[in-house]
């Protein structure tokens, strides 16, 4: 690390980690503001400040307006007429408001590119270029050569002079004014400071661009902290401190290229854990999400499949009772035929037979048989048909089957969407507590900064939170383990650092 001389303003005081800070030297008494100020006094002189403002930007932009068209009068005259000496003749006229005009022109298109934000130096470099024209015109229009009449010469000179100032002095206004609209407001390297440390003063301006400030007072502040910083890190650590320095105490000066300050270097690690914690919440979160689309899709699914397995086994269960009963009725049907036709053949036969042998009583009996035979077929017909109403009544307790199960479906699908809500739910508010304890642990970093803590306060109060939050104050039951992952640190210190956070709670620290 180069040591820089820095400018003999008083630098703040940069704490190393695990070292002693500057003693602090007694605050010096601060003399009581006389009785007889008031609000009203204060008031009162804020306004004559402001009319005082206001009179002399009056008199600062009538002068300015009267110095300009006095010094474009006469350098008017003055080209002119010089104009006609050297042969322009009637664009005599118009000469010198080219010249001196196009210095206005050039000048306003600077202001308005500058007011735009998008500035080209080459406006400013010609209207510099007219300005040293219509100075050497003027000056050559004096009677005779430069040397004979040194006065002459520059009474002709300092006329479009008294004109260029009042345009710089309105343009200087109006590029402060744009950079300081802009958040732009710079401050330069004071001269002394080139003059007496010119070759520190270099590197400082190097930095000063590469790290883009604008402000000189800022710059040697972030310089002054560094180097008050390292002197620390070597009262600590002695000869050999370069190397002997943990790695995170040397961020400051490891990042000194970038432009960081001390707090900003020291900050980096913290900044790094909070941004993979923040990285490993959103994967879970992502991953969450994930599950439960993939459960969704397989309730999807399996809800699909069931309802159509449902369907088909119904169709199937419908189509067999239909085709079971059109064939009971059909062999019923030809059965009784078949029965009825062959008993009227035995009637009629055993009739003839009866005529022809005389033996009615022998043919009484065997159609009283063949009745029998008829009254058989008749019940097996009506078993058939017994059993198709028995096939009719599996089809309809299998439709009722297949509504139960459409019902199920549709119960499966409202608990899913319960549970996609209750799991919603517990998702938001899960990123409310997140949130609170985000912006409880801001407003305790705020105010840790306000208060500028050691590294070793901040991690007690840190791990003080943490058992507040999540274990009740019960300091005892956040595991070591937990503030060494956390923290980096040994488990001898991670212990010191619980004894600490005890003691804030102890003396009352709350969030």
């Known amino acids: 690390m180069s040591t820089a001389t820095l400018s003999p303003a008083a630098a703040p005081a940069a704490t190393v980690p695990g070292s002693p800070g500057p003693a602090s030297a007694p605050t010096p008494a601060v003399p009581d503001a006389p009785a007889e100020t008031s609000d009203g006094d204060a008031a009162a002189s804020g306004k004559a400040a ?15 307006v009267i110095l300009a068209g006095i010094g474009f009068t006469g350098s008017y005259n003055t080209l002119k007429n010089l104009a006609f000496k050297h042969g322009f003749g009637q664009f005599s006229y118009a000469f010198p408001i080219g010249v001196d005009a196009g210095i206005v022109v050039l000048y306003a298109l600077d202001l308005y590119l500058i007011r735009r934000h998008t500035p080209w130096p080459m406006l400013r470099t010609l209207a510099h270029l007219l300005t040293a024209a219509t100075i050497v015109f003027n000056a050559a229009a004096a009677e005779g050569p430069v040397s004979a009449d040194p006065i002459g010469t520059a009474m002709h000179a300092v006329i479009p002079l008294m004109f260029i100032a009042a345009v710089e002095a309105a343009r200087r206004l ?6 300081i609209e802009a958040g732009r407001d710079s401050q330069t390297i004071p001269a002394a400071r080139w003059v007496l440390s010119p070759t520190v003063t270099t590197a400082l301006w190097r930095r000063m661009k590469l790290w883009n400030k604008r402000s000189y007072l800022e710059t040697v502040k972030i310089e002054q902290e560094r180097t008050v910083y390292a002197a620390m890190l070597q009262r600590k650590y002695g000869r050999g401190w370069l190397r002997r320095a943990q790695a995170d105490e040397m961020l400051p000066l490891t990042m000194a290229k970038y432009g960081l300050t001390v707090d900003e270097a020291l900050d980096l690690p ?7 914690q923040l990285r490993a919440e959103e994967n879970e979160r992502l991953e969450l999400e994930a599950e ?7 309730a999807e699914r399996r809800k699909a499949s069931i309802r159509t397995k449902s369907d088909i086994r119904a169709a199937e269960i419908a189509a067999q009772a239909e ?12 059965t009784e ?16 037979r009866a005529v022809e042998s005389a033996d009615a009583a022998e043919a009484r009996r065997r159609a009283a048989e063949a009745e029998r035979d008829a009254a058989e077929a008749r019940a097996r017909a009506a078993e058939v048909n017994e059993r198709a109403a028995g096939m009719e009544e599996a089809t309809s307790l299998a439709r009722r089957r297949d509504e139960e199960n459409k019902r199920q479906a549709a119960a499966l699908e409202a608990e899913r969407v319960r549970a996609e809500q209750d799991a919603a739910e517990a998702k938001q508010r899960a990123a409310e507590a997140r949130a609170r304890a985000a912006e409880i642990e801001l407003r305790a970093v705020e105010a840790e900064d306000l208060l500028k803590l050691t590294p070793r306060e901040r991690a007690a109060r840190k791990i003080a939170r943490i058992a507040l939050t999540r274990y009740a104050g019960d300091i005892t039951a956040l595991p070591l383990a937990a503030i060494t992952e956390a923290f980096g640190v040994s488990e001898s210190t991670a212990s010191e650092y619980r004894k600490d956070a005890a003691g804030l709670i102890a003396d009352g620290y709350r969030i």
Not at 174 to 179: E, L, P
Not at 323 to 334: L, P, R, S
């Open 50 to 64: 402001r009319r005082s403002g206001r009179a002399l930007t009056a008199v600062s932009s009538v002068g300015g």
């Open 174 to 179: 109006v590029v402060r004014a744009s950079d």
């Open 337 to 352: 035929a078949q029965a009825a036709a062959e008993a009227q053949a035995r009637v009629a036969q055993e009739a003839a």
């Open 323 to 334: 085709e079971n009963a059109a064939t009971a009725q059909a062999q019923a049907t030809v």
């Open 292 to 298: 439960a689309r993939a459960e969704q899709r397989a």
């Open 270 to 276: 913290r900044q790094a854990k909070e941004a993979e």
